[in-house]
């Protein structure tokens, strides 16, 4: 078994919040805007206060570094991800995203227009993507070695249909799966797709032919961390049709991809807020009063109290009842209505590349057609040095074929050699030697990853009530207010909040 450590979000940090025994402040500290949450829309709503010239804010993050579940690890050869990795070409509704690229300088040109230009060392380098099914690599996400005429026309349909939704509008103009989905349609006949799953929607629509199911299921593990019978078909589609971005020197299905995953779009966003962020702090009380918000925040053993005239809250919504004691009601329930899906992702580092079996060439997203795990991808893949020795691939995993509380159960108790000889055995199948090349197996654990966008859970209530909530001092912010976790929806919330918290403090002068 190959050294490593069984690593994850700081489990025992955040369940202090369940059992509570805190230590009364003993300094008070005062700022103007506090972000609690140093995520994707935790750093997006920091960089949007700093572009509006609102120096006086920090940021407030309960693990050793920013950037949540968009982090990334660091080996001698290659950086890696721990989570988020790749992000779609965006779309012109995308502004936030596309202003970011451009500050960067990855889209280089004109930001609002029709097909941009990316650097090229972002755009994932081809091949991009293969898939294993049945002793066989086949290039693309989507087998087709051994399928019969049939199944090739239903997959052919599903894509026809998939590019038409693209352009659908619903009868107020909008599109009908845009991205951000707030900007999507808010047509009652496009919404009711939100009341039964993806699977129904597939079989209602005459697409039986088991690939077609395939592809669903695996998007639907790989976006949402659920099986698609267990999404809402507005979320499944959405996936496949919110997409419309192009690029002048790119396919319209490249992504933006880094060794790091998008560590470096978290790293881009934090830039402009430099030492404000604050890491190592658990927030664990809030209390809004008439003149500002008071906010207790554990530092090691010590608690410091916050005075700030407004707070942004871009952590988890699950973990904000237990912050907040005078949470109002509808608040808390609509917080406490959904599920997260618990996450395994897993770093192999090894002394060469791996032997192959037969089919398409190595590729960045390595995808398996029958396997608990998603596939990995491979850090090296997008380094133009050719001939390194060695690389790193990142395995990933959701929980999804248990309840949420069982995958955080087995994530708890199981040990790392158990967890890594699951994945060795499943990489195996693909590449025999890769025992005897892995000189390291780091997993890590992620018991809430990301918000579950069950049937009903979309435009049927509670997530609205998230997304609505105004209240003088106390702002959301975070993925969850999407009703499911993607970066352009964290980043979309995160400067939300703070240009409604901008406007609040012009109006307050
Ligand atoms: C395995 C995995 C793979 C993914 N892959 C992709 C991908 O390829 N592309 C993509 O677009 N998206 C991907 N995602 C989705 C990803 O979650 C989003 O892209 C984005 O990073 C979410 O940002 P967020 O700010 O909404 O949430 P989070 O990342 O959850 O950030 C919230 C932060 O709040 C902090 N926090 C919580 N409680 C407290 C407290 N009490 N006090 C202080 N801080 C607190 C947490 O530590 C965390 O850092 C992936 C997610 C996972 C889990």
């Known amino acids: 078994m190959p050294p490593g450590e069984l690593l994850g979000m700081n489990h025992t940090l955040g369940h202090r919040l369940r059992d509570g025994n805190f230590p009364a402040p003993s300094e008070t500290r005062k700022t103007d805007v506090l972000i609690v949450g140093g995520g994707i829309s935790g750093l997006s709503a920091a960089w949007k206060l700093a572009k509006s010239a609102v120096d006086d804010f920090l940021v407030l993050e309960m693990e050793s570094e920013a950037g949540g579940n968009s982090r990334a690890g660091q080996s001698p050869l290659v950086a890696y991800p721990w989570g988020a990795h790749y992000l779609p070409l965006p779309g012109r509704e995308a502004v936030h995203v596309r202003a970011l690229l451009a500050e960067l300088g990855v889209l280089q040109g004109d930001p609002t227009a029709l097909k941009p230009t990316y650097d090229e060392r972002y755009l994932c380098a081809t091949p991009q993507e293969r898939v294993y099914r049945n002793g066989l690599w086949d290039e693309g996400l989507l087998p087709q070695r051994g399928i019969d005429a049939a199944e090739l026309g239903q997959q052919k349909r599903f894509h026809e249909r998939m590019d038409d939704l693209k352009h659908a509008r619903g009868r107020d103009g909008r599109r009908v799966f845009a991205i951000p989905m707030a900007l999507a349609s808010r047509d009652p006949e496009w919404l009711a797709l939100d009341r039964i799953s993806f699977a129904r929607w597939l079989t209602d ?11 669903a299921n695996y998007a639907c593990r790989d976006d949402y961390g659920m099986a698609h019978d267990q999404v809402s078909a507005w979320a499944g589609l959405h996936y496949f049709a919110c997409r419309d971005g192009e690029a002048a020197n790119a396919s319209s299905d490249t992504v933006l991809t880094a060794p790091e995953g998008n560590a470096w779009l ?5 830039q402009k807020a430099g030492d404000r962020v604050l890491t190592g702090a658990l927030v664990w009380r809030i209390e809004e009063g008439k003149s500002g918000v008071a906010v207790d925040v554990l530092f090691g053993a010590k608690t410091t109290r916050f005075e700030a005239k407004q707070l942004i809250w871009a952590a988890p919504a699950f973990v904000l009842p237990r912050v907040w004691p005078e949470m109002p009601g509808e608040l808390r329930a609509a917080a406490q209505a959904g599920d997260y899906a618990p996450w395994l992702t897993a770093n192999l580092h090894l002394s060469d590349l791996p032997a192959e079996r037969q089919g398409a060439p190595a590729a960045w997203d390595n995808v398996l057609y029958d396997s608990p795990g998603l596939g990995y991808v491979t850090a090296t893949h997008q380094l133009i040095r050719r001939h390194q020795r060695g690389t790193v691939l990142t395995y990933y995993r959701a929980l999804h074929d248990v309840t949420p509380a069982e995958g955080r159960r087995l994530l708890l108790e199981t040990p ?3 967890w ?3 994945i060795l055995a499943e990489l195996e199948r693909v590449h025999p030697d890769i025992r005897k090349l892995t000189t ?7 018991a809430h990853a990301m918000r579950r966008p069950v049937p009903g859970s979309l435009f ?3 997530r609205e009530k998230l997304a609505n909530f105004e209240s003088p001092r106390i702002t959301l912010a975070h993925a969850d207010l999407s009703g499911f976790s993607l970066f352009e929806e964290a980043q979309y919330r995160g400067v939300l909040a703070a240009e409604r ?3 609040r403090r012009q109006v307050a002068r």
């Not at 629509?205 to 592809?215: D, E, K, Q, R, S």
């Not at 978290?266 to 934090?270: P, S, V």
């Open 266 to 270: 978290a790293r881009g966003l934090a």
């Open 416 to 418: 790392r050699a158990a």
């Open 440 to 446: 390291r197996l780091d997993v890590f654990r992620n």
């Open 205 to 215: 629509n005459g697409f039986t032919a088991p690939t077609v199911h395939w592809l």
């Open 460 to 462: 049927h209530g509670q």
């Open 501 to 503: 918290v901008t406007a």
């Open 420 to 422: 890594a000889e699951g």
